[in-house]
């Protein structure tokens, strides 16, 4: 009867459809940064300063630039909408010399609720884990259970699934590789 009693908080774990912790991406495997919502580009265009624009990228994912008007930018990374860019303005000028770069990277961040001294949105400029998510937002408040944090993770096809962070375990060393790199629109939960 006493096995029964504590295997009881073991079941009661497993039923939650945890799934191990990802592997860490390879440093030498990145591609470009994908241009987002809100992130904000510089387009300039050499010897043609008129043409030359700092623009947000709007929530229908186009930029308006001088001459060509709109310009689909989310999706694409900065040397796509250079050569989208390099191809429209060339029915106007010879041989445009155009630059892209991403000024503010505004599309993709992460989510922090819950027991954590504030709660919100952190911008995902590098690669960031989750505990230094959670130093950014002030460390974990009075009565968190920094034994049972959690990261949710939506897929591409709509299903979300879930990894455990334990604090506890991970600074004795007894949980590697569970201080994962987050995701754009991975949301840390910090349970009470």
């Given at each position: 009867m006493l096995a029964v009693l504590l295997m009881g908080p073991l079941w009661g774990c497993q039923s939650r459809n945890l799934s191990p912790p990802p592997l860490d991406p390879d440093p030498m495997d990145r591609s470009g940064y994908v241009v987002g919502v809100q992130d904000v580009l510089q387009i300039s265009v050499w010897k043609n300063e008129e043409l030359s624009v700092v623009v947000p990228v709007r929530s229908d994912g186009k930029i308006s630039v001088p001459l060509v008007d709109d310009v689909q930018a989310e999706g694409l990374e900065a040397m796509e909408i250079k050569e989208v860019l390099t191809r429209e303005l060339s029915e106007f000028i010879t041989a445009p010399d155009v630059t892209v770069v991403v000024l503010e990277m505004n599309s993709k961040y992460v989510n922090v609720i819950g027991e954590v001294l504030r709660s919100g949105q952190i911008p995902l400029v590098n690669d960031?884990?989750?505990?230094?998510?959670?130093?950014m937002m002030g460390g974990f408040a009075l009565f968190a259970n920094k034994g049972d944090v959690r990261i949710v993770r939506r897929q591409p096809d709509g299903s979300e699934i879930e990894f455990r962070f334990d604090y506890n375990a991970y600074i004795k060393g007894r949980a590697p590789g569970t201080n994962i790199?987050?995701?754009?629109?991975?949301?840390?939960?910090v349970l009470e």
């Open positions: 960031l884990r989750v505990l230094e998510a959670i130093a790199v987050l995701r754009s629109g991975d949301t840390i939960i």
